[in-house]
């Protein structure tokens, strides 16, 4: 057998993997993509063990730690994912950007801020004054 037939099959395999993390917006899709580019690695390192005729099999080895290890990864993901979903009711990643809690739809966003944390300096306590106001010092006056 030709080492190149499993190693175009295998880049193209990867090449579709990379083009679905890079252009998908869905977690999960992005998931399977990984996944998609984890299996062109193993594809790969089966194909070159055979070729090579390795007497210890180190790729056929080293395929049974990626499978491993894309199953841990596939349930920490799904996991991630569903606490995600739970928490914002959505998987689409332009969404989750921002790791800030949303503060929900009533309320001021100066009620939501931790009170324990002091004012950064120059914050207006007060009404707001304009430069002309600040520099005239006409502001001062009640």
């Given at each position: 057998?030709?080492?190149?037939?499993?190693?175009?099959?295998?880049?193209l395999l990867?090449?579709?993997?990379?083009?679905?993390v890079?252009?998908?917006?869905?977690?999960i899709?992005?998931?399977?993509?990984v996944?998609?580019?984890?299996?062109?690695?193993?594809l790969?390192l089966?194909?070159?063990?055979?070729?090579?005729?390795?007497?210890?099999?180190?790729g056929?080895?080293?395929?049974l730690?990626?499978i491993?290890?894309?199953?841990?990864?596939?349930?920490?993901?799904?996991?991630?994912?569903?606490?995600?979903?739970?928490?914002?009711?959505t998987?689409?990643?332009?969404?989750?950007?921002?790791l800030?809690?949303?503060?929900?739809?009533?309320?001021?966003?100066?009620?939501s801020?931790?009170s324990?944390l002091?004012?950064?300096?120059?914050?207006?306590?007060?009404?707001?004054?304009s430069?002309?106001?600040t520099?005239?010092?006409?502001?001062?006056?009640p």
């Amino acid at each position: 057998m030709h080492v190149v037939y499993p190693a175009v099959v295998s880049a193209l395999l990867f090449s579709i993997g990379v083009y679905g993390v890079l252009a998908r917006r869905n977690t999960i899709l992005v998931l399977m993509s990984v996944e998609l580019m984890l299996n062109a690695v193993n594809l790969n390192l089966v194909a070159f063990d055979v070729w090579l005729r390795d007497r210890l099999h180190g790729g056929q080895v080293l395929t049974l730690f990626v499978i491993v290890i894309a199953a841990a990864e596939v349930g920490l993901g799904l996991a991630i994912v569903l606490a995600l979903y739970r928490n914002r009711q959505t998987v689409d990643l332009d969404r989750l950007r921002s790791l800030a809690e949303s503060t929900g739809t009533g309320g001021d966003q100066a009620s939501s801020r931790d009170s324990s944390l002091p004012e950064p300096p120059g914050a207006a306590t007060g009404p707001a004054r304009s430069a002309s106001e600040t520099a005239t010092g006409s502001g001062d006056t009640p």
